[in-house]
T-cell receptor, first 117, second 110 residues
């Protein structure tokens, strides 16, 4: 049973449209992440949050934005989608491990596959 | 800077055969190492992790991995592959910021 939910699972839209990818988790995790996944490429971290009202950009530059108003919710928004944004977007969350400080075990959602025409 | 290399993009094995997926990492300190599996249309699921201690770690679904500091490797193994193991496998390293490899796609022949 999934504890982290992403919607929509699949989205096909035209260029210039605004889209929001939703991500919610029920585990009370304080840390949440967005990764971009393309075939044959490593997962790239595009955004992360360590808690409410905390958001940071990841390793890969992205035109998307995120917000963290509630612990369980971490939506990603593209104001004006372009074909270059076509990708799979994975949301993940984590909590500090009980034994080792700083090491995170990530729980992933099923992903949102975005196609921009 | 930390990095992960998975040298094999695609591996095909026969059902019942043994499996080894390679992972090499670059990390400045004692690494936290992970293997995740992704089935088609799904997110990533944790198979196993290494933080410290015994260098041979056991995971779910009969998988194990061995940490070799001298070789900067964390290879994943399974003695007998099942058809349901067909998936994409990702090695990852890191603590607060995880770095993933590009993945190895496993095909299982009947």
């Amino acid at each position: 049973e999934a504890d982290i939910y992403q919607t929509p699972r699949y989205l096909v839209i035209g260029t210039g449209k605004k889209i929001t990818l939703e991500c919610s988790q029920t585990m009370g995790h304080d840390k949440m992440y967005w990764y971009q996944q393309d075939p044959g490429m490593e997962l790239h971290l595009i955004h992360y949050s360590y808690g409410v009202n905390s958001t940071e950009k990841g390793d890969l530059s992205s035109e998307s934005t995120v917000s963290r108003i509630r612990t369980e919710h971490f939506p990603l928004t593209l104001e004006s989608a372009r074909p270059s944004h076509t990708s799979q977007y994975l949301c993940a969350s984590s909590a500090q491990t009980e034994i080792i400080s700083g090491a995170n075990v990530l729980t992933f959602g099923a992903g949102s596959r975005l196609t921009v025409l | 800077a930390q990095s992960v290399t998975q040298p094999d993009i695609h591996i095909t094995v026969s059902e019942g055969a043994s499996l080894e997926l390679r992972c090499n990492y670059s990390y400045g300190a004692t690494p936290y190492l992970f293997w995740y599996v992704q089935s088609p249309g799904q997110g990533l699921q944790l198979l196993l992790k290494y933080f410290s201690g015994d260098t041979l770690v056991q995971g779910i679904k009969g998988f194990e991995a061995e940490f070799k500091r001298s070789q900067s490797s964390f290879n994943l193994r399974k003695p007998s592959v099942h058809w349901s193991d067909a998936a994409e496998y990702f090695c990852a390293v890191g603590a607060s910021h995880m770095r993933f490899g590009a993945g190895t796609r496993l095909t299982v022949k009947p």
